[in-house]
């Protein structure tokens, strides 16, 4: 295979496991111990915010108490070295934790929001939001009462920074998918697309995602392990 240039990487819960934050559909995971149709929906939302406010406000502090891990580790060096050969690294996110900014990452795109923003549904202002939130939270931009919101996508919800995404699965040489289950669209059906743009197609996970038979290749392991020898392997040419 020729040295990818220009990489994208689709990342999911499982980057994050080993920073200890939770996944969603492996034995013990949020999706396992809480229900998603009451806590991760407009509706569950509309019908009991104080519940799902404190749901995400655990998890905001849980975020800001977790650390980066040697993958995300590793794919922020593989943005400066492909930037450093004229190549470029396209990373994309279903994670709504700040893991991969914090590990140096400077491109990230979170399409499924970010935990650490929180939104307006009155003036539709998305302020950096590191404390909990409430029903009573005003906006720090037009001042509406009881309107604040977690800056993130939820089930029903439109994705966001598609056709960004689109554009840049379209001019990859190389679709890398890290730590996901592939059991959610539009994501799961990435790789199909990079299989459609004749693009190779690399898996690193634990276990097989639902869409493992799309990949190319897979990898199976702990991402701490397999990210960053699959960037040494980018890195040094051996790919
Ligand atoms: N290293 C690598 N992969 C891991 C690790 C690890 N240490 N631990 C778990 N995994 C893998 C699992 O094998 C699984 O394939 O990570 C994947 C996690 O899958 P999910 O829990 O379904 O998470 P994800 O694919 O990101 O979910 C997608 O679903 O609920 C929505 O919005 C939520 O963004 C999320 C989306």
Known sequence: MPIPNTIFVLTGAGISAESGLGTFRDTDGVWARFDPMRLATPEGFAADPVLVHDFYNHRRRDTRAASPNPAHAALARLEAGLAERGGQ??????????????????????????????????????????????VATACPDCGHGGGMRPDVV?????????????????????????????????AAGYVAQARAFGIPTLALTLEAADNAGMFEATRLGPASATVPAFVDEILSGRA
């Open 89 to 134: 690294l396209f990373l994309c996110t279903q994670n709504i934790d700040d893991l991969h900014e914090r590990a140096g990452s400077r491109h990230v795109v979170h399409m499924h929001g970010e935990l650490l923003r929180a939104r307006c549904t009155a003036c539709g202002t998305e302020p950096v939001w590191h404390e909990d939130l409430t």
């Open 154 to 186: 939820w089930f029903g919800e439109m994705p966001k920074h598609l056709e960004a995404i689109d554009e840049a699965l379209s001019e990859a040489d190389l679709f890398v998918a890290i730590g996901t289950s592939g059991a959610v669209y539009p």
